[in-house]
């Protein structure tokens, strides 16, 4: 059982930068991948970004690629997303998920933050 929190959103005006925190209870975390996911008002929720468990690999929606890095601290089990250039598109509640594997699929997380809300000001 992973339990994940996510922390570090707030208002920010356009072009600057926020990084959010995913912290995660369970000894096992560092053998998970964990995706980023947004959702805006009135729209579904999109993949942002992934990293496997050994941060080797790192996925990202074409819409943050260049924007958005996405890290983790296996000894501190804590993943990152440091986020760039804001823009008032990426205005949205930001959760991250884990499973075993990265993938950019929702529906293929097993284990879920609240999330956090970041608003980007134009």
């Known amino acids: 059982q992973v339990q994940l929190v996510e922390s570090g959103g707030g208002l920010v005006q356009a072009g600057g930068s926020l990084r959010l925190s995913c912290a995660a209870s369970g000894r096992t975390f560092g053998s998970y991948a964990v995706g980023w996911f947004r959702q805006a008002p009135g729209k579904e929720r999109e993949f942002v970004a992934a990293?496997?468990?050994?941060?080797?690999?790192?996925d990202y929606a074409d819409s943050v690629k260049g924007r958005f890095t996405a890290s983790r601290d296996n000894a501190k089990n804590t993943v990152y997303l440091q986020m760039n250039s804001l823009r008032p598109e990426d205005t949205a509640v930001y959760y991250c998920?884990?499973?075993?594997?990265?993938?950019?699929?929702?529906?293929?997380?097993?284990?879920w933050g609240q999330g956090t809300q970041v608003t980007v000001s134009s």
């Open positions: 998920a884990a499973r075993f594997g990265i993938a950019r699929a929702a529906d293929e997380y097993d284990y």
């Open positions: 990293i496997s468990w050994s941060a080797y690999y790192t």
